[in-house]
């Protein structure tokens, strides 16, 4: 089971940390991903790192403003945000990837946990 928490009401330009705990199973095996859902829109990839956490990917429009982190020994994946814009909010949601490629493909990730809310006021 995942579990995402951090979001929350945030001004343009601050930041939040969103974290997405694991129980009930070891993912450190496994990628972990980031995706998001805003009012009316499709679920959209945000960023994906391995399982080694050596190699990260991110959606273009947040390179340079959020950084996907993990720490296996706490079953945990974390996303800073920063730099955050009213175009960010949305529903984020933390999965495990099992599949293959592409990363942003949100069929490749067996495992997906409750999202929280991130609203970005201008």
């Known amino acids: 089971q995942l579990q995402a928490s951090g979001g929350g009401l945030v001004q343009a330009g601050g930041s939040l940390r969103l974290s997405c705990a694991a129980s009930?199973?070891?993912?450190?095996?496994?990628?972990m991903g980031w995706f998001r859902r805003a009012p009316g829109k499709e679920r959209e990839f945000v960023a994906v790192?391995?399982?080694?956490?050596?190699?990260?990917y991110y959606l273009d429009s947040v390179k340079g403003r959020f950084t996907i982190s993990r720490d296996n020994a706490k079953n945990t994946v974390y996303l800073q945000m920063n730099s955050l814009k009213p175009e960010d909010t949305a529903v984020y949601y933390c999965?495990?990837?099992?599949?293959?490629?592409?990363?942003?493909?949100?069929?490749?990730?067996?495992?997906w946990g409750r999202g929280t809310l991130v609203t970005v006021s201008s």
């Open positions: 790192i391995m399982w080694s956490g050596g190699m990260t």
């Open positions: 999965a495990a990837r099992t599949g293959g490629l592409p990363y942003s493909d949100y069929r490749q990730y067996a495992y």
């Open positions: 009930g199973r070891t993912f450190s095996s496994y990628g």
